[in-house]
């Protein structure tokens, strides 16, 4: 069975860095979409930044444009998202997700929680300013 599994998060002050990842296992399709979504409580799930899995193919949405850098290592079945410049309305909890059978980026997009098929339980991040 898939199973996503996220590390990483933690308290950092604003301007501060930190790295998420997310360590994938039991699918062993070659074509997918990999993404970060975060969620506060009361908020709906948002989507933060995508890649497809040629490693190549990224899209993040404007919050964090030129901030994040979204990575994976397909050897290592390994996602990971390097957050910079943190600010405190980028803290939520994060979630790593996976989107199975996807032909091209242009499956990634629009990141939307009924794109994606299986998710990880999430990891905490607090920014404070």
């Known amino acids: 069975q898939v199973q996503l599994v996220e590390s990483g998060g933690g308290s950092v002050q604003a301007g501060g860095s930190l790295t998420l990842a997310c360590a994938a296992s039991g699918y062993t399709g070659s074509n997918y979409c990999m993404a970060w979504f975060r969620q506060d409580p009361g908020k709906e799930r948002e989507g933060v930044t995508t890649i497809y899995s040629d490693g190549g193919n990224t899209y993040y949405a404007d919050s964090v444009k030129g901030r994040f850098t979204i990575s994976l290592d397909r050897a290592k079945n390994r996602l990971t998202l390097e957050m910079k410049s943190l600010k405190p309305e980028d803290s939520a909890m994060y979630y790593c997700?996976?989107?199975?059978?996807?032909?091209?980026?242009?499956?990634?997009?629009?990141?939307?929680?009924?794109?994606?098929?299986?998710w990880g339980q999430g990891t905490q991040v607090t920014v404070s300013s």
């Open positions: 997700a996976l989107r199975t059978y996807a032909h091209s980026i242009s499956w990634c997009v629009p990141l939307v929680r009924t794109m994606y098929n299986y």
